[in-house]
T-cell receptor, first 116, second 111 residues
Framework: EAQVTQNPRYLITVTGKKLTVTCSQNMNHEYMSWYRQDPGLGLRQIYYSMNVEVTDKGDVPEGYKVSRKEKRNFPLILESPSPNQTSLYFC???????????????FGPGTRLTVL | LAKTTQPISMDSYEGQEVNITCSHNNIATNDYITWYQQFPSQGPRFIIQGYKTKVTNEVASLFIPADRKSSTLSLPRVSLSDTAVYYCLVGGSGGYQKVTFGIGTKLQVIP
């Protein structure tokens, strides 16, 4: 089944304790992206990657890191989490980054992160 | 990226047709218009995409006027399960790269 998976689905942690949220897709998609969703703010893009070893900042990259060493994986790293990073996080992928006119993004189930 | 403006919320009764309009005055020549649907605590799901005139699929229709400065998502005969947030996105011509979803339109279907 074609899908985007995220782990963990739920995480409660404490300020300053490094964590990684994994994202994996099995559709051989080139484009992957991370979003956070907060009440009243909609979905905001954190980082995106147009292919292996190619990443760039979205609208809210502060406090996050990403890497794209393999096509299927795009982990989100919080080196020193803070309470303002408490949010619902979504990973997404699409076939390419839209040069052919746009491709639909497939979203993972989400990771609910709480930083105390 | 072209900025989009949508109503924050809409209510509709079951069985009615719902039209949600999105304004995108600064749309670029090669930009496409894409709509997503999101249920609570789930990731957004692609509904429909178009460039001009009208596009229809099994779920919705998308109307785009000639000047492309707005678009209207039409949901025929909505049911309670259509209660969700609907997002309008514009872009794609130069690659998705940065993507802005905005806050979307919260549609509440009333029995």
């Amino acid at each position: 089944e074609a899908q985007v998976t995220q782990n963990p689905r739920y995480l409660i942690t404490v300020t300053g304790k490094k964590l990684t949220v994994t994202c994996s897709q099995n559709m051989n998609h080139e484009y992957m992206s991370w979003y956070r969703q907060d009440p009243g703010l909609g979905l905001r893009q954190i980082y995106y990657s147009m292919n292996v070893e190619v990443t760039d900042k979205g609208d809210v990259p502060e406090g996050y890191k990403v890497s794209r060493k393999e096509k299927r994986n795009f982990p989100l790293i919080l080196e020193s989490p803070s309470p303002n990073q408490t949010s619902l996080y979504f990973c997404a992928s699409s076939l390419d980054h839209g040069t052919s006119g746009g491709n639909e993004q497939f979203f993972g189930p989400g990771t609910r992160l709480t930083v105390l | 990226l072209a900025k989009t403006t949508q109503p924050i919320s809409m209510d509709s009764y079951e069985g009615q047709e719902v039209n949600i309009t999105c304004s995108h005055n600064n749309i670029a020549t090669n930009d496409y218009i894409t709509w997503y649907q999101q249920f609570p605590s789930q990731g957004p799901r692609f509904i429909i995409q178009g460039y001009k005139t009208k596009v229809t699929n099994e779920v919705a229709s998308l109307f785009i006027p000639a000047d492309r400065k707005s678009s209207t998502l039409s949901l025929p005969r909505v049911s309670l399960s259509d209660t969700a947030v609907y997002y309008c996105l514009v872009g794609g011509s130069g690659g998705y790269q940065k993507v802005t979803f905005g806050i979307g339109t919260k549609l509440q279907v009333i029995p």
